[in-house]
Antibody
Framework: EVQLVQSGAEVKKPGESLRISCKGSGYSFTSYWISWVRQMPGKGLEWMGRIDPSDSYTNYSPSFQGHVTISADKSISTAYLQWSSLKASDTAMYYC????????????WGQGTLVTVSS | QSALTQPASVSGSPGQSITISCTGTSSDVGGYNYVSWYQQHPGKAPKLMIYDVSNRPSGVSNRFSGSKSGNTASLTISGLQAEDEADYYCSSYTSSSTDVVFGGGTKLTVL
């Protein structure tokens, strides 16, 4: 069974750093892209960027480029989303999602990680 | 403002059919057959319902269908059921600076 299991909810202060994770199982982790999708409270879905775990190639939405870093450790089938300096506006639910190589849809999603940034 | 335009809400009675539209441009919806649709119930992760305009993943009811005409894609749900009440999002590949764009979402209410 394909699963993407994300790390638990986080509460952070502005300016702090954070890394959340997404562990894949039940499939060949290096055969599919992992994307990250943001959903701010009461709002819609926003694609942030993605990574090819086989070679760690990444591409980002311009809206998120420079503010977050996507990485992966294929040895443990885990992708990461990282911030070096959080802002209150980063408060949101973050989902990881699997996408096929050369495909532009997401067939499996993680359960989401709620990040709250508040002083 | 989202790159793809969806109606904020639609509604229908059980057993009826509804259609949700998703309007983009020739750089996304109109230019490629990479439109997908997602269902999201409150507090849950999105679920893929349609991919590549009109394909249904295994396990998705055949009451859900997708189509496209020009720059507008559509999701049709026939034989509405109470469990269909959810938010629905379209998505498309785009040749602009970001690979993937989502619509703003449509809240479906089953009356």
């Amino acid at each position: 069974e394909v699963q993407l299991v994300q790390s638990g909810a986080e509460v952070k202060k502005p300016g702090e750093s954070l890394r959340i994770s997404c562990k894949g199982s039940g499939y060949s982790f290096t055969s599919y892209w992992i994307s990250w999708v943001r959903q701010m409270p009461g709002k819609g879905l926003e694609w942030m960027g993605r990574i090819d775990p086989s070679d760690s190639y990444t591409n980002y939405s311009p809206s998120f480029q420079g503010h977050v870093t996507i990485s992966a450790d294929k040895s443990i089938s885990t992708a990461y989303l990282q911030w070096s300096s959080l802002k209150a506006s980063d408060t949101a639910m973050y989902y990881c999602a699997r996408g096929g190589l050369g495909e532009y849809y997401f067939d499996y999603w993680g359960q989401g990680t709620l990040v709250t940034v508040s002083s | 403002q989202s790159a793809l335009t969806q109606p904020a809400s639609v509604s229908g009675s059980p057993g009826q059919s509804i259609t949700i539209s998703c309007t983009g441009t020739s750089s996304d919806v109109g230019g490629y057959n990479y439109v997908s649709w997602y269902q999201q119930h409150p507090g849950k992760a999105p679920k893929l319902m349609i991919y590549d305009v009109s394909n249904r993943p295994s396990g998705v009811s055949n009451r859900f269908s997708g189509s496209k005409s020009g720059n507008t894609a559509s999701l049709t749900i026939s034989g509405l059921q109470a469990e269909d009440e959810a938010d629905y999002y379209c998505s498309s590949y785009t040749s602009s600076s970001t690979d993937v764009v989502f619509g703003g979402g449509t809240k479906l209410t089953v009356l």
